[in-house]
């Protein structure tokens, strides 16, 4: 019996052209050699920073130097370079002293001069770190991301606008990055300030231990007479450095009169200085949060003293412990701008990916291997089951090579899942600061948003009145307007729109909150759906949130919902559920009886699709319970996924990175610490509005095409009715 030939067609999938893997793995060949290029660090050739090229005959061997700029603005250093030598410049300006002393003195002189412009020169010259293949120390030679770190250092220290370093790190683990900090700290004590004192912070007391064995290690490998300027007499005490009798966590450094300080952020007190100039904070989010030490009163001991001066340094930095911390909130200040598009934060923000750091990269055994991983990387670029995608994502948006995806998908096999894998080792900010929880909206989505929110401010910032304060007068409704006041709770970006009559153009949701400053905030979300209309999406144009007692509460609700034009306001009904946020118990029973009289246009629980049965009451406000909190929720989720809906408050993006789901509870809700009002506002809004009728333009008509109407649907009156069908 022949069988009938299927209808289905396949499309065969898409090989990669000859030309695209040869360009990929061209691509992929650049990469890998930035990252592993390197500088030579005692002639300064492709060394970081601006530099000159120079030659001094005898002056190590006569090689040619790239030497940093900043060095041409030292006349001896100058005269120098003109006579082209040590030798030279010895008989033309110390011709009256013994030339072997003047040679080794102008040497040293030169010496001292390029450690103190030159960090890289010094880092390799002096500084000696661990040898993590084991055996000697070795010199510190600075790798990628440490040259990324350092660059920052040096923009900050030379073209700052107040010439001081403020930075926050953030990092992934074992590259070096705490190394660097605090030998570049030292740096600043031996060549550019005397009595310029250190304070080093760690979450446990055993860092304190490895940074001092590691400065003392730096230390006694300069010789004592790098750190006094050419004819400054040595100090009498031939010691470098000394530990206190008294109090074990400081050492001197007695050449420079300079302290350095540890502490640990289980012993507060021992962070604490009142003269420090310079302060390494490390691993900050991991530090103890207790009643009476939180990691914002560990870094204020350790830095509060430290004044915006030139030279003075503080970084903090940590690898990444979720979100529920303020190293995250530092970090995203680091990383926010007010309205003027000036930093919200002192701090410049620094982030170094693990495809940035050389170790994590797994070589191929041979060309024919490499062209095989990019053909099975390209193929499978959008396999979201097999993380195809997401590996391809890493060579197209964000630079990684395929010997570093290579070492990625390998190490990944440890973990149990990729997410744990991602935060382990973080390709951006937002993996990094994963959550114990599962994130309920996607990420990069929200971060999308927040590039769409920057840059557009309210129009107006206040609040909203009418002619009357009092919540049970109803002049309260009468010549409502906008207040302009500033940090007031009023935020609009759009006010209403009357050129044209729009029916079911706006939808107002509150979520209700408590009247203290300690409660859960109220939040009021306008939500407009004209350009539905035109196949887009509906846009937040206000939003009031703060505390205020029930009564104002609802006379603000009705007001902001009648004042655009008569919206369907659709009120959080609080239950018991509810009452697990801070909200001081049931407030919609003292709420509803105020907004009644005042307002018709409300929506009722009994119109909800998730009630199954009706109640004969009609019963207001949506019910918030377990099963529609996960309704809501996730029709947000999806419409966030889907682009669905226009934010334009950046603190809204913000309260949906903290907002989770907690699988152990099976809830919803948001961080410790955190709030979600301005969540469920926009959840209830979204979800109540995409079951609405669609917003329709209604057409204009003069007034006299509306009596014409009116006239022909007026029901006849018996008078007119009498002279119809009768008489001869």
């Not at 029709?635 to 226009?646: E, F, K, N």
Request: with cysteine; net charge negative.
């Amino acid at each position: 019996m022949p069988v009938a030939k299927s209808s289905l067609k396949v499309r065969p999938q898409q090989q990669i052209s000859e030309k695209k893997l040869k360009e990929i793995l061209e691509e992929d060949k650049r990469r890998l050699q930035s990252l592993l290029a390197t500088y030579r660090p005692i002639t300064g050739e492709d060394a970081p920073g601006l530099r000159f090229e120079c030659v001094i005959t005898d002056f190590l061997k006569g090689k040619k130097l790239w030497l940093p700029v900043e060095m041409l603005k030292e006349k001896k250093f100058c005269a120098i370079i003109k006579c082209g030598s040590i030798e030279a410049f010895c008989d033309k300006y110390m011709p009256d002293f013994d030339q072997e002393k003047a040679r080794d003195a102008v040497f040293r002189y030169l010496i001292r001069l390029r450690c103190k412009h030159d960090f890289y020169f010094f880092a390799y010259a002096y500084a000696r770190i661990k040898n993590k293949d084991g055996g000697e120390d070795i010199p510190f030679l600075l790798r990628n991301a440490q040259i990324k770190l350092a660059k920052v250092f040096e923009q900050l220290r030379l073209h700052s606008q107040y010439h001081y370093i403020r930075v926050i790190l953030l990092k992934c683990r074992q590259w070096g990055g705490s190394t660097l900090t605090d030998i570049y700290m030292a740096w600043l004590q031996i060549f550019w300030k005397t009595n310029w004192n250190s304070n080093i912070v760690g979450h446990q007391s055993s860092s304190a231990t490895q940074v001092f064995d590691m400065y003392e290690k730096l230390i006694n490998a300069i010789p004592t007479w790098l750190f006094y300027d050419i004819g400054v007499p040595f100090k009498n005490d031939p010691r470098k450095i000394k530990t206190s009798g008294t109090i074990q966590n400081i050492k001197y450094l007695i050449p420079r009169d300079c302290k350095i300080q540890t502490g640990s952020a289980r012993n507060p007190e021992s962070c604490r200085s009142g003269d420090a100039a310079l302060a390494h904070i490390t691993e900050e989010a991991f530090f103890p949060n207790t009643t009476e030490w939180t990691p914002a009163k560990v870094i204020k001991a350790a830095s509060s003293s430290i004044q915006p001066d030139p030279l003075t340094f503080i970084v903090r930095e940590s690898t990444p412990n979720g979100r529920e911390n303020e190293f995250h909130d530092a970090w995203v200040a680091a990383n926010s701008v007010d309205k003027d598009g000036k930093p919200l934060s002192a701090f410049t923000p620094v982030f170094v990916a693990w495809f940035e750091i050389e170790k994590y990269i797994l070589p191929f055994a041979s060309e024919d291997e490499r062209a095989d991983f990019a053909i099975w990387l390209w193929k499978n670029r959008n396999d979201e089951q097999g993380h195809g995608k997401y590996y391809w994502w890493l060579y197209e948006c964000k630079g990684a090579s395929f010997e570093g995806i290579h070492w990625y998908i390998e190490k990944s096999k440890e973990y149990e899942t990729l997410d744990d894998m991602r935060q382990e080792f973080p390709s951006d900010d937002v993996e990094a600061f994963l959550f114990s929880g599962t994130t309920v909206f996607d990420p990069y989505k929200l971060k999308e948003m927040e590039e769409d929110c920057k840059g557009i401010e309210p129009i107006m910032v206040g609040d909203i009145e009418g002619d009357s304060y009092d919540a049970a007068d109803p002049a309260c409704m009468n010549n409502i307007r906008f207040v302009e006041r500033a940090g007031g709770p009023l935020k609009v970006w759009a006010g209403p729109d009357n050129s044209e009559i729009v029916k079911h153009r706006y939808v107002v949701a509150c979520d209700i909150g408590g009247s203290h400053k300690t409660s859960d905030f109220s939040d009021i979300v306008v939500l407009d759906r004209y350009d539905e209309i035109y196949g887009g999406v509906p846009e937040i144009v206000a939003e009031w949130h703060g505390h205020c007692d029930a009564d104002q509460l609802a006379m603000r609700c009705a007001q902001i919902a009648h004042f655009y034009n008569d919206a369907y306001l659709v009120i959080e009904n609080n239950t018991a559920y509810s009452r697990m946020n801070n909200t001081e118990g049931n407030q919609s029973e003292l709420f509803f009886p105020i907004l009644l009289p005042l307002y018709d246009n409300l929506y009722s629980a009994s119109q909800s699709k998730l009630k199954k049965v009706k109640n004969i009451e009609m019963k207001w406000g949506f019910n918030t319970n377990k099963a529609t909190k996960v309704a809501v929720v996730k029709t947000m989720a999806r419409i966030i996924r889907d682009g669905g809906y226009m934010e334009r408050e950046l603190a809204a993006i913000d309260e949906c990175t903290y907002f989770l789901y907690y699988k152990q509870n099976d809830c919803y809700g948001a961080v410790a610490g955190k709030h979600d009002d301005r969540v469920m506002a926009r959840a209830i809004a979204l979800y109540v509005e995409k079951d609405m009728p669609a917003p329709e333009i209604v057409p204009f008509r003069s007034k006299s095409e509306i009596e014409r109407e009116r006239l022909r649907n007026r029901p006849p009156v018996v008078a007119e009715l009498s002279g119809i069908g009768g008489g001869n």
